[in-house]
């Protein structure tokens, strides 16, 4: 079974056969999950912010959704993350291919090994699975989209948007693309073993790289807008892991 976690304007998985809608409990909370049949592939689908994005992006239970994933038996995550963008010729509608993060938020309940007597270092040197880099890179360029090969992400805490002297910030840190849900989703993944990739969508330019404020229905119509490709992408890129290709 491949998983599927998707942000902001993804909230279900557009062809899903014999779906099943349900709430799993486990000792980290509950979690919503949509499973069934994508292309003839076992899929188990979350939709971080719920079907009616009320969760933010700070209250989202990260460790009740991959550890459902988990124990759903999901061997591999391909996710969808919606972000700014901090490139200028990147802007609205791009994809990036996140290879790399820098955490910014507070408070979150970040680790599978936070109890006395589970003490464990988890390696993040690579936290986004390669072969699932390499296949989500395959399939773009099976399916004609553009997407820029690698990209830092940083996550803050949100709902907020980041100012722009944090923007600056951020891009001298090396940052490319900044977002709210990214992080710790991908660490908790490497914690449980689960092979990991993340395509970012940008929305938007960040704050203080055009002249206007952030606007939220162009947010909204841009999502809308990219919705088309990001499926074909995603469709594509679970096919292949499905297959065993690169």
């Given at each position: 079974?491949?998983g599927?976690?998707?942000?902001?304007?993804?909230?279900?998985?557009?062809?899903?056969?014999?779906?099943?809608?349900?709430?799993?409990?486990?000792?980290?909370?509950?979690a919503?999950?949509?499973t069934?049949?994508?292309h003839d592939?076992?899929i188990?689908?979350?939709a971080?912010?719920?079907g009616d994005h009320?969760?933010?992006p700070?209250?989202?239970?990260?460790?009740a959704n991959?550890?459902?994933l988990?124990e759903?038996?999901?061997?591999?995550?391909?996710?969808?993350?919606?972000v700014?963008?901090?490139i200028?010729e990147?802007g609205?509608?791009?994809?990036?291919?996140?290879?790399?993060?820098i955490?910014f938020t507070q408070?979150?309940?970040?680790?599978?090994?936070?109890?006395?007597?589970?003490l464990?270092?988890?390696?993040m040197?690579?936290?986004?699975?390669?072969?699932?880099?390499?296949?989500v890179?395959r399939?773009?360029?099976m399916?004609?989209?553009?997407i820029?090969?690698?990209?830092?992400?940083v996550?803050?805490?949100?709902?907020?948007?980041?100012?722009?002297?944090?923007i600056?910030m951020?891009k001298?840190?090396?940052?490319?693309?900044?977002?709210?849900?990214?992080?710790?989703?991908?660490?908790?993944?490497?914690?449980?073993?689960i092979?990991?990739?993340?395509?970012?969508?940008?929305?938007?330019?960040?704050?203080?790289?055009?002249d206007?404020?952030?606007?939220e229905?162009?947010v909204?119509?841009?999502?809308?807008?990219?919705k088309?490709?990001?499926?074909?992408?995603?469709?594509?890129s679970?096919q292949?892991?499905a297959?065993?290709?690169?």
């Amino acid at each position: 079974m491949i998983g599927i976690i998707a942000g902001t304007g993804y909230y279900e998985l557009p062809g899903l056969r014999q779906r099943k809608d349900e709430t799993y409990t486990n000792q980290y909370g509950q979690a919503s999950v949509s499973t069934g049949t994508w292309h003839d592939v076992p899929i188990a689908f979350v939709a971080r912010h719920g079907g009616d994005h009320s969760i933010p992006p700070n209250a989202i239970n990260y460790r009740a959704n991959i550890r459902a994933l988990s124990e759903l038996g999901v061997e591999a995550v391909f996710a969808v993350n919606v972000v700014g963008s901090m490139i200028l010729e990147r802007g609205p509608g791009s994809l990036f291919l996140v290879d790399d993060f820098i955490e910014f938020t507070q408070g979150r309940d970040c680790t599978f090994f936070d109890q006395p007597g589970q003490l464990k270092h988890t390696d993040m040197t690579v936290v986004y699975d390669t072969k699932l880099r390499s296949q989500v890179l395959r399939a773009a360029q099976m399916e004609d989209i553009d997407i820029v090969e690698t990209a830092t992400y940083v996550c803050t805490d949100g709902p907020r948007f980041e100012t722009p002297s944090e923007i600056r910030m951020y891009k001298q840190l090396g940052a490319h693309v900044v977002g709210m849900t990214g992080y710790p989703e991908a660490a908790l993944a490497r914690e449980g073993n689960i092979p990991y990739a993340s395509i970012a969508v940008a929305s938007n330019l960040a704050a203080g790289m055009t002249d206007g404020p952030i606007e939220e229905q162009v947010v909204w119509d841009t999502l809308e807008a990219t919705k088309e490709p990001v499926f074909r992408l995603l469709s594509r890129s679970v096919q292949l892991q499905a297959s065993g290709e690169c």
